[in-house]
């Protein structure tokens, strides 16, 4: 089975502090996401990134910035932490970019900034 | 651009009720469609999908068909369980890349 481990489930943080979450998957998958999500908004995309070093702007990517260094882990960084980015984050990967392919999801972090 | 649509919820149903769930869909190619569902305190995980028109995903007691003619793709279940009670997500992606499009999440309570 597919594996997404993210290092925290839960995150209280101050405003200004940089926040670092990090998720690391154990198949060997190209493509990684890292999405927020926001109770009646649904799932909206931050990054992802289909190889090493790569990275693509999802839909909201103001505020945030990423770093693929190995290709089993994924950060996400929140430079400078405000009270709306306060949520719950959730990362994903999944094997190739073919538009059929699942995307297999970590369990989230729950990000409180005070 | 591509956008899911899903019924607002939530939605409370007795133990052994049928369930329905609706989804339409905006794409301007040949789409892949999914349902995931996320239950308490957990990340989501597929339910089911399909990949081109009339197709019909299953899983677990739950179906959805791919119908293009409708840009649908409803998810049912025949008699649903307490174990059911979750959050449910449609979302699609287009067929040459993995950019996920996903509705905003119907929250479904069984009852006893």
């Known amino acids: 089975d597919v594996k997404v481990t993210q290092s925290s489930r839960y995150l209280v943080k101050r405003t200004g502090e940089k926040v670092f979450l990090e998720c690391v998957q154990d198949?060997?998958?190209?493509?990684m996401f890292w999405y927020r999500q926001d109770p009646g908004l649904g799932l909206r995309l931050i990054y992802f990134?289909?190889?090493?070093?790569?990275?693509e702007k999802g839909d909201i990517p103001e505020g945030y910035s990423v770093s693929r260094e190995k290709k089993e882990r994924f950060s996400l960084i929140l430079e400078s932490a405000s009270t709306n980015q306060t949520s719950m984050y959730l990362c994903?990967?999944?094997?190739?970019?073919?538009?059929?392919?699942?995307?297999?999801f970590g369990p989230g972090t729950r990000l409180l900034v005070l | 651009g591509n956008s899911v649509t899903q019924m607002e919820g939530p939605v409370t149903l007795s133990e052994e009720a049928f369930l329905t769930i609706n989804c339409t869909y905006t794409a301007t190619g040949y789409p892949s469609l999914f349902w995931y569902v996320q239950y308490p305190g957990e990340g989501l995980q597929l339910l089911l999908k399909?990949?081109?028109?009339?197709d019909k995903g299953s899983n677990k007691g739950f179906e959805a068909t791919y119908r293009k003619e409708t840009t649908s793709f409803h998810l049912e279940k025949g008699s649903v369980q307490v174990s059911d009670s979750a959050v449910y997500f449609c979302a699609l992606s287009e067929w040459d890349n993995n950019d996920m499009r996903f509705g905003a999440g119907t929250r479904l309570t069984v009852k006893p």
């Open positions: 990134s289909y190889d090493v070093k790569m990275k």
């Open positions: 399909a990949t081109k028109a009339d």
């Open positions: 198949m060997d998958h190209e493509n």
């Open positions: 994903a990967s999944s094997l190739s970019d073919r538009g059929q392919e699942t995307q297999y």
